[in-house]
């Protein structure tokens, strides 16, 4: 029963570590006032990134096709003040980083 218990909890301690690892990778800076910087270091093929509305609108998609450094910016001007919802899917979870959009510019929730 104890090794169980020691298994167990090393099985959630490296799930755990792992999850960190991957949040790691996404990184997401406001340039300015209306301009994002998305990046993602050692992604892996297969993950798609999704800029989604409140209401579930995908504004942007796109399939990321390389394990190297995947860079894109955004310009948000002329979508309308609101709450957006940027996605990374991959095989296993998805990772979802709220921007909100206000007359003061964009600020990033995680």
Do not use: C, H, W
Not at 8 to 17: A, E, H, K, R
Not at 41 to 53: A, E, R, T
């Amino acid at each position: 029963m104890k090794n169980a218990l020691k298994i167990s909890l090393l099985v959630l301690l490296l799930n755990t570590g792992s999850m960190m690892q991957a949040a790691e990778d996404l990184d997401i800076k406001v340039l300015d006032s209306q301009n994002l910087r998305v990046e993602l270091n050692g992604g892996s093929q297969g993950n798609i990134l999704l800029i989604k509305d409140k209401f579930g609108k995908v504004l942007f998609r796109d399939s990321i096709t390389t394990n190297l450094t995947y860079q894109k910016t955004f310009n948000m001007e002329l979508v309308p003040n609101g709450i957006y919802y940027m996605n990374l899917d991959n095989e296993s979870r998805i990772q979802t980083t709220v921007i909100v959009k206000t007359n003061s510019g964009l600020d990033i929730e995680k």
